[in-house]
């Protein structure tokens, strides 16, 4: 026969403490379902055959103060010499929008090779400036501002 013990004992910085038996599997329980709750909330994994012709994976985008995560897709094309405005547009015209500044650096990291070594415009406005939006210089991976009206690629 097999006595349980009522309560779990450990030592904390010098103190003993002792703690019923009950909580300790409770908090043990909460954690496990917590933790399972956690994993249910993550993007589903993208499976390649969802792709379309000529669109690459570049990878996971992590949700930011509680936000979900999602999956990024290059789409397929780019064209150059392209105000802001313009280059918002045609990526609309193609079923997309220019990536934020996280996005093209992801998109450097991962596929950096799909790009020219050039500046490709970014969806991110600038927060200090109304005139000017970001861009992203693939050959290095560096992010800048420039005003709207200048023309690069998208």
């Known amino acids: 026969m097999t006595q349980v013990a009522e309560s779990v004992s450990v030592e904390v910085a010098g103190a003993l403490v002792t703690i019923p038996k009950a909580a300790v599997v409770d908090a043990w329980l909460a954690r496990v379902i917590n933790g399972a709750a956690q994993a249910e909330a993550l993007p ?25 995560g999602y999956h990024l897709v290059l789409l397929p094309g780019e064209v150059e010499d392209k105000t802001w405005e ?30 020219k070594s050039a500046w490709y415009w970014s969806g991110t406005q600038s927060e200090s400036t109304s005139n000017h939006a970001w ?18 690629r998208a």
Do not use: M
Not at 135 to 152: I, T, V
């Open 44 to 68: 589903q994994p993208i499976a390649l055959s969802q792709l379309r012709v000529g669109e690459r994976y570049a990878g996971l985008i992590l949700g930011k103060d509680g936000e979900e």
């Open 135 to 152: 861009r992203q210089y693939f050959g290095a991976g560096s992010q800048y501002y420039d005003l709207k009206n200048n023309e690069f």
């Open 86 to 115: 313009q280059a918002k547009e045609w990526a609309a015209s193609i079923g997309g929008e220019l990536p934020n500044r996280r996005e093209q650096s992801l998109l450097y990291a991962n596929l950096g090779e799909q790009f």
